[in-house]
């Protein structure tokens, strides 16, 4: 591990300039422990890159099913940026806090008759429409609202993104959008142009995620200016904005080798504003939905180290008391991280052991081949870059309760959501 992480004299893991040891004290464990500025900082990043590669002709929406609670959306908000929804709850967070609507993006490849109305109803910035039927429900819904939507279509571009296939959204064989190659996108876009209450304000596309090169980025954008050209030429129509997803890859491990967001930026709206003059189309307004790059390096997970069970000649595995309850990625994709000690985070590493969780599943690990200092009972374990798809993907499976989250800044500690008590697990219950 290469980490830059910060230790203090007692060789305790120290998160936001707070002694990580004293924060499972004071809040227990499992505990997840968010670093505001690092949250900040990946904010700022992404909309300072659009201001210096893009005249700030374009919005950052983080997108929030990475991590979604109200203090996200009160910070997404504070830092100018807007945000991606993908379900009524997300929208129904970013409402109770007052987010501002006209910043929202709403997704989904199967939104409810509920969910889009109270998009509509709550003038949602622009609904990014998924399927055909899906267009013609949101026309018939404004226009007894005596409204016209913003809509953006959702396209496939067929950028195949080299990762995970769970996580390659932009090819044919995908349940999200409409397919370039065999011009079902063309045709929804007529379709959009001429369906009443429904405004065509843009295309969107999102190819991936933890993606590590430039190139699909940038193809992407292209294979989109393409089609916005065609667009023109086919109908006349000008679309106005691109939406270009998210998609941009963090570091879980020292095998990952993320590029600066500023150069994803540069790189792409130097292949738009290229496009743009070739095709003779306008430089559109494009958005950005960052997720995981925002919250994930932000994020560690802290539990207490149970039971240490050595079966010699195979393997040592190490429990904690929490697992995929609280962290599913490994369940899911054998997602890899970085973990140490936080209250011995000086010490060397030099066991190799399996870290398990406490749910009654076998395949209930946090990683395998995990370098630690011999652990035993009462230590804290650390896992890094935990900030994405983990609170947001917990579950309390067992009935563990899904813990709590604090946020860590300058010394001081918050905390921005409650852990679910024993009486939360039964409040619905009848
Ligand atoms: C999941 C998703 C994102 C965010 O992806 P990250 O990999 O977390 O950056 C953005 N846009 C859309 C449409 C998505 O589905």
Same mark, same amino acid.
């Given at each position: 591990? /290469?980490?830059?992480?910060?230790?203090?004299?007692?060789?305790?893991?120290?998160? $936001?300039? #707070?002694?990580?040891?004293?924060?499972?004290?004071?809040?227990?464990?499992?505990?997840?422990?968010?670093?505001?500025?690092?949250? %900040?900082?990946?904010?700022?990043?992404?909309?300072?890159?659009?201001?210096?590669?893009?005249?700030?002709?374009?919005?950052?929406?983080?997108?929030?099913?990475?991590?979604? *609670?109200?203090?996200?959306?009160?910070?997404?908000?504070?830092?100018?940026?807007?945000?991606?929804?993908?379900? $009524? @709850?997300?929208?129904?967070?970013?409402?109770?806090?007052?987010?501002?609507?006209?910043?929202?993006?709403?997704?989904?490849?199967?939104?409810?008759?509920?969910?889009?109305?109270?998009?509509?109803?709550?003038?949602?910035?622009?609904?990014?429409?998924?399927? =055909?039927?899906?267009?013609?429900?949101?026309? %018939?819904?404004?226009?007894?609202?005596?409204?016209? !939507?913003?809509?953006?279509? %959702?396209?496939?571009? @067929?950028?195949?993104?080299?990762?995970?296939?769970?996580?390659?959204?932009?090819?044919?064989?995908? &349940?999200?959008?409409?397919?370039?190659?065999?011009?079902?996108?063309?045709?929804?876009?007529?379709?959009?142009?001429?369906?009443?209450?429904?405004?065509?304000?843009?295309?969107?596309?999102?190819?991936?995620?933890?993606?590590?090169?430039?190139?699909?980025?940038?193809?992407?954008?292209?294979?989109? =200016?393409?089609?916005?050209?065609?667009?023109?030429?086919?109908? $006349?129509?000008?679309?106005?904005?691109?939406?270009?997803?998210?998609?941009?890859?963090?570091?879980?491990?020292?095998?990952? /080798?993320?590029?600066?967001?500023?150069?994803? =930026?540069?790189? #792409?709206?130097?292949?738009?504003? &290229?496009?743009?003059?070739?095709?003779?189309?306008?430089?559109?307004?494009?958005?950005?939905?960052?997720?995981?790059?925002?919250?994930?390096?932000?994020?560690?997970?802290?539990?207490?180290?149970?039971?240490?069970?050595?079966?010699?000649?195979?393997?040592?595995?190490?429990?904690?008391?929490?697992? =995929? @309850?609280?962290?599913?990625?490994?369940?899911?994709?054998?997602?890899?991280? /970085?973990?140490?000690?936080?209250?011995? !985070?000086?010490?060397?590493?030099?066991? #190799?052991?399996?870290?398990?969780? &406490? *749910?009654?599943?076998?395949?209930?690990?946090?990683?395998?081949?995990?370098?630690?200092?011999?652990?035993?009972?009462?230590?804290?374990?650390?896992?890094?870059?935990?900030?994405?798809?983990?609170?947001?993907?917990?579950?309390?499976?067992?009935?563990?309760?899904?813990?709590?989250?604090?946020?860590?800044? /300058?010394?001081?500690?918050?905390?921005?959501? &409650? @852990?679910?008590?024993?009486?939360?697990?039964?409040?619905?219950?009848?």
């Amino acid at each position: 591990m /290469d980490r830059n992480v910060k230790i203090n004299d007692e060789g305790h893991l120290m998160l $936001g300039g #707070v002694d990580a040891v004293k924060l499972t004290e004071k809040y227990g464990t499992p505990l997840y422990v968010m670093d505001e500025d690092a949250v %900040r900082g990946a904010m700022r990043a992404y909309r300072d890159s659009i201001d210096r590669f893009y005249d700030g002709n374009g919005m950052i929406c983080y997108a929030s099913k990475a991590f979604s *609670c109200k203090e996200m959306y009160r910070i997404a908000e504070d830092e100018g940026l807007g945000a991606d929804v993908v379900s $009524g @709850g997300e929208l129904y967070t970013a409402l109770s806090v007052g987010f501002p609507m006209e910043r929202i993006c709403f997704h989904g490849n199967n939104k409810s008759d509920a969910e889009i109305k109270m998009a509509l109803y709550n003038r949602v910035g622009r609904i990014v429409v998924d399927n =055909m039927e899906e267009l013609e429900r949101i026309s %018939r819904f404004a226009d007894e609202l005596d409204y016209t !939507a913003n809509v953006q279509l %959702r396209v496939k571009p @067929g950028i195949d993104a080299h990762t995970h296939q769970f996580i390659m959204t932009g090819q044919i064989d995908s &349940k999200f959008g409409f397919a370039l190659e065999t011009g079902e996108a063309m045709e929804a876009v007529k379709k959009a142009i001429e369906t009443p209450s429904v405004r065509l304000l843009g295309v969107d596309c999102h190819i991936g995620s933890q993606i590590h090169e430039v190139t699909p980025f940038v193809k992407a954008a292209e294979v989109m =200016m393409d089609f916005i050209a065609d667009i023109k030429s086919e109908t $006349g129509y000008e679309i106005e904005e691109l939406d270009l997803g998210g998609g941009y890859g963090i570091r879980y491990t020292e095998d990952d /080798d993320p590029v600066p967001y500023a150069e994803y =930026m540069e790189a #792409v709206s130097a292949a738009i504003h &290229k496009k743009a003059a070739d095709l003779d189309v306008g430089v559109p307004f494009i958005l950005m939905e960052p997720g995981r790059s925002i919250v994930g390096e932000a994020g560690t997970t802290l539990y207490t180290v149970g039971a240490v069970k050595e079966i010699p000649g195979i393997r040592t595995y190490v429990s904690v008391d929490g697992g =995929m @309850g609280d962290n599913p990625r490994y369940i899911l994709y054998q997602s890899k991280y /970085d973990f140490l000690l936080a209250n011995r !985070a000086a010490d060397e590493a030099d066991t #190799v052991v399996t870290v398990a969780g &406490k *749910c009654c599943e076998s395949g209930d690990l946090l990683g395998e081949n995990v370098s630690l200092p011999a652990a035993k009972a009462g230590d804290i374990m650390a896992v890094l870059s935990t900030g994405a798809y983990n609170y947001s993907m917990a579950s309390c499976y067992n009935r563990n309760p899904i813990p709590p989250v604090v946020m860590v800044q /300058d010394g001081e500690d918050r905390l921005i959501v &409650k @852990g679910q008590s024993y009486e939360d697990l039964i409040r619905n219950d009848l």
